[in-house]
Nanobody
Framework: VQVVESGGGLVQAGGSLRLSCTASGFTFGDLNMGWFRQAPGKEREGVSSISWNRATYYGEFVKGRFTISRDNAKNTLYLQMNSLKPEDTAMYYC??????????????WGQGTQVTVSS
């Protein structure tokens, strides 16, 4: 199983980034997928998830700024992040096989992609 994130980087506050996550080694379309993040000194938190039937969930802090989507034909998960804030700075992880925003339930994890938002 491989889960690989990309698309992180440095962006100014108010800017946008699009994260991608490409997975292999399992039937992508059958599993719920999620994005999580962890900032230094903080616990990992759920950003967004999308179920196998495309139900979506968002952390309260997202407040309409992020959009999760999936392309099952490409085995790829996306996270469009707009109106970024310095407090969004964190390592962002893609995960597969869990339930909603509960990180403890996810089976497969990527190595993460760093998002840094400057003020």
């Amino acid at each position: 199983v491989q889960v690989v994130e990309s698309g992180g980087g440095l962006v100014q506050a108010g800017g946008s980034l699009r994260l991608s996550c490409t997975a292999s080694g399992f039937t992508f379309g059958d599993l719920n997928m999620g994005w999580f993040r962890q900032a230094p000194g903080k616990e990992r938190e759920g950003v967004s998830s999308i179920s196998w039937n495309r139900a979506t969930y968002y952390g309260e802090f997202v407040k309409g700024r992020f959009t999760i989507s999936r392309d099952n034909a490409k085995n790829t998960l996306y996270l469009q992040m707009n109106s970024l804030k310095p407090e969004d700075t964190a390592m962002y992880y893609c995960a597969a096989g869990g339930s909603r925003l509960d990180a403890r339930t996810y089976h497969y994890w990527g190595q993460g992609t760093q998002v840094t938002v400057s003020s």
